[in-house]
C-alpha cells in the first residue's frame, strides 16, 4: 500500500496527493514547487505522530512546513504541513504559546496589544518553525538576541512518534540542540517564547548614490559599533537594475527610542555627501516586518554568507570591491553584538556569537549562467566572504554536507550528529540542512 493510501486510511481526510488543493499549498515554497509522495495536515499532535510513525515505518524521509520560507522544493518524501497549527496564547508574565505553523506577522500582531514582542526576522510570511530551529535574526538581535535565545520550551514529536515536552531541565541536551539544529530532531508542533516589552519606536531609511561606499560602509559601521543594543540596523548595498533602479548604499535602521535620539545617533552617516533621501518616522514593531516576494527571484545568486567577527578597514574594502566589479552584486551587511553576543558559544547551536555583523555577498547571474561564469562570480564574493567564520544555516540557499560543516564549528556538529543519533538514528529528518546521526 502506498504512503498516501495508508495516511488516508488512518488519517481521514487529513492526507493529500496529486490534485488536491491542500498537496499544492503543501508542496509549493519560496522557492519553487516538487512533487512529493504525499502532504498531510494533521490537527492534532496525535495526528501529526501518527503521520510520523507512517512515514518512519516506510523509510520515507520527512520534512516539515511551517512558513515554507526555507524548504527547497521536496521531490521525495512526506510533507506535514503545520497549516493547523497557528494558535498563538500570551501567557502570564510574557510567556508566549505559538503554534509550529504559524507566521512571524501574526505573532507580531497578537503581541502587540501587549506592547510585547519577540526577536524574529524582518518578514511577516517567514514561518516560526524554521526561522526559530535556526536562530532567527531580525529588528531585536541586538536587544533580545535571536528568536532562540527567548525560547523556553517545545512540544516535539519525535522520529519514534513519542510527544515530548522539551525544555532546559527535561531535556537539556535536545533543547540545546534544538535552538539552531534546525529541523533534524523531530516536528515542533508548539514553541514557548519569552516575549519582551517593545515601547516606543522609531525607524530610519536612508538612501546614497554610489559615489562613495566606503565611506558609507566605514561610518555605519562606526555607528553601529559605538550605539546602544537599543539600535538595530541593516546596510543592503544594492546593484544598479536599470535606468529607474540606480542602486546605492541603503540603510534601514530601528531604535526603541525618539526621533532626535535616532537622528543623533545616525548623525556621522546622515552627515555624509552621498545621502540622497532621508525619511525618518515612529513605527511599531510590527510595522518593521515587510512582506515576502513572491517567490525566488528568475536568476542566480552566487555567494554566500557568513558571520563577521571583526569589520576591519580591509574586510570592509573588500566587501566594497566586490560590491563594485562589473558582476552586478547585492550585499547586506546586518548588524549583530549586543545581546546576540552576550550569549555563550556553546549554550546553543548558533555557535558564532562573536560576530559584529552578519555579512550576505551575492553576484545576480543570468540562471542559465555557464559553469565557468558562475565559478568566476563565486570567487569573487568568496573574496569579501573570507572575512567571515561560519555560516548562517537559514540564509543559505543550498543544503549539502559542505553547507552543514560551514554552520557549525566542528565540536558543535559532532554535538549535534549524537543528539541526531539517539533522536533519529534513521534520519527520517534530513530533507533540510541534514545532520547525519553520530555512528
Ligand atoms: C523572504 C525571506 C525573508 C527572510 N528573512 C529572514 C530574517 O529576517 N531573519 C532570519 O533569521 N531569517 C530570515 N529568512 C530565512 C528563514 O529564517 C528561513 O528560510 C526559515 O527556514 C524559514 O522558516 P519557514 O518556517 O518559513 O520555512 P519552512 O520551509 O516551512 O521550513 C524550513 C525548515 O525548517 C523545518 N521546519 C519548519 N518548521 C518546523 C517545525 N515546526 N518542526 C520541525 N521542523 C520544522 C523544515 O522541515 C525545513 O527544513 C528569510 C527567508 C526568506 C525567504
Not at 65 to 75: F, Q
Not at 158 to 187: C, I, K, M, Q, Y
Not at 248 to 277: C, F, I, K, T
Request: hydrophobic share 45%; net charge negative.
Amino acid at each position: 500500500m502506498s504512503l498516501l493510501s495508508e495516511l488516508s486510511e488512518q488519517l481521514p481526510g487529513r492526507a493529500h496527493g496529486p490534485g488536491a488543493t491542500e498537496y499544492d499549498a503543501g508542496r509549493t515554497v519560496f522557492a519553487g514547487v516538487g512533487e512529493p509522495d504525499a502532504v498531510v495536515r494533521p490537527h492534532t499532535t496525535q495526528e501529526v505522530a501518527a503521520a510520523v510513525g507512517l512515514a518512519a515505518a516506510a523509510g520515507i524521509p520527512i520534512a516539515v512546513r511551517s512558513g515554507g520560507h526555507g524548504l527547497l522544493p521536496v521531490d521525495d518524501g512526506l510533507i506535514i504541513d503545520l497549516a493547523e497549527f497557528t494558535s498563538i496564547e500570551v501567557g502570564v508574565g510574557g510567556l508566549v504559546s505559538v503554534g509550529g505553523g504559524a507566521h512571524w506577522g501574526d505573532v507580531a500582531a497578537a503581541l502587540a496589544p501587549h506592547g510585547l514582542g519577540i526577536s524574529s526576522g524582518d518578514t511577516r510570511d517567514v514561518g516560526v518553525g524554521g526561522l526559530a530551529l535556526g536562530g532567527g535574526i531580525g529588528w531585536l538581535v541586538r536587544g533580545q538576541g535571536l528568536a532562540i535565545d527567548a525560547l523556553r520550551e517545545v512540544e516535539l514529536v519525535t522520529a519514534s512518534g513519542e510527544v515530548l515536552t522539551v525544555n532546559d531541565t527535561t531535556h537539556p541536551e535536545l533543547f540545546w540542540a534544538l535552538r539552531g539544529g534546525g529541523g533534524n530532531f523531530g516536528v515542533a508542533t508548539r514553541f514557548v517564547f519569552q516575549a519582551s516589552p517593545v515601547g516606543d519606536l522609531v525607524s530610519a531609511h536612508v538612501n546614497f548614490d554610489r559615489s562613495d561606499v566606503p565611506a558609507v560602509l566605514r561610518a555605519w559601521r562606526d555607528v553601529m559599533r559605538a550605539g546602544p543594543d537599543e539600535l538595530n540596523s541593516s546596510l543592503i548595498l544594492m546593484p544598479p537594475m536599470g535606468p529607474e533602479m540606480p542602486g546605492g548604499p541603503q540603510l534601514a535602521a530601528a531604535l526603541l527610542g525618539d526621533e532626535a535620539q535616532l537622528r543623533a545617533l545616525l548623525a556621522p552617516v546622515l552627515a555624509l555627501a552621498s545621502v540622497a533621501e532621508v525619511s525618518i518616522a515612529p513605527s511599531t514593531y510590527g510595522e518593521l516586518l515587510e512582506d515576502a516576494p513572491p517567490g525566488r527571484p528568475p536568476f542566480r545568486f552566487v555567494g554566500g554568507n557568513g558571520f563577521v567577527p571583526d569589520l576591519t578597514d580591509a574586510a570592509l574594502d573588500a566587501v566594497a570591491a566586490a560590491y563594485a566589479r562589473d558582476v552586478p552584486t547585492m550585499v547586506l551587511l546586518r548588524a549583530l553584538g549586543g545581546a546576540f553576543s552576550r550569549v555563550a558559544p556553546d549554550a546553543t547551536a548558533v555557535a558564532f556569537r562573536d560576530a559584529e555583523t552578519l555579512l550576505i555577498v551575492n553576484g545576480v547571474v543570468p540562471s542559465d549562467a555557464t559553469d565557468e561564469h558562475v565559478a568566476v562570480v563565486q570567487a569573487g564574493s568568496d573574496a569579501a566572504l573570507a572575512f567571515t567564520s561560519g555560516v548562517y544555516g537559514n540564509f543559505a540557499t543550498t543544503y549539502g554536507d559542505e553547507v552543514t560543516a560551514a554552520m557549525y564549528p566542528p565540536a558543535t556538529l559532532e554535538r549535534l550528529r549524537r543528539v541526531k543519533a539517539q533522536l533519529d538514528p534513521g534520519n527520517v529528518f534530513r530533507l533540510g540542512h541534514n545532520i547525519t546521526p553520530a555512528s
